[in-house]
């Protein structure tokens, strides 16, 4: 199982970025996904998940209204739509499969966001 996050950067407050996690070595269809994100000395919070042919969504309130999740089955790829980002966004975002009850992790990747 791999996965492989990219997409993130330095925006401005109120901008937009789009995270992508292409996934490998299982049957990605199959398995909800999800985002997860830690700041700086903080813990690993929930941000959305989507389920395995992204009929039901779920956000944490920090970010509902603000980011979408979605997938694209045929490419194996989860995305993250973050718009008017705030200060309080910025972290190391990664993103995650449970399979059968072990979950997977990729590298993760850090948004910035500063003026």
């Known amino acids: 199982v791999q996965l492989v996050e990219s997409g993130g950067g330095l925006v401005q407050p109120g901008g937009s970025l789009r995270l992508s996690c292409a996934a490998s070595g299982f049957t990605f269809s199959t398995y909800g996904m999800s985002w997860y994100r830690q700041a700086p000395g903080k813990e690993r919070e929930f941000v959305a998940r989507?389920?395995?042919?992204?009929?039901?969504?779920n956000y944490a309130d920090s970010v509902k209204g603000r980011f979408t999740i979605s997938r694209d089955n045929a490419k194996n790829t989860v995305y993250l739509q973050m718009s008017s980002l705030k200060p309080e966004d910025p972290a190391v975002y990664y993103c995650?499969?449970?399979?059968?009850?072990?979950?997977?992790w990729g590298q993760g990747t850090q948004v910035t966001v500063s003026s």
């Open positions: 995650t499969a449970n399979l059968l009850g072990r979950s997977y």
């Open positions: 989507i389920s395995n042919v992204g009929g039901s969504t």
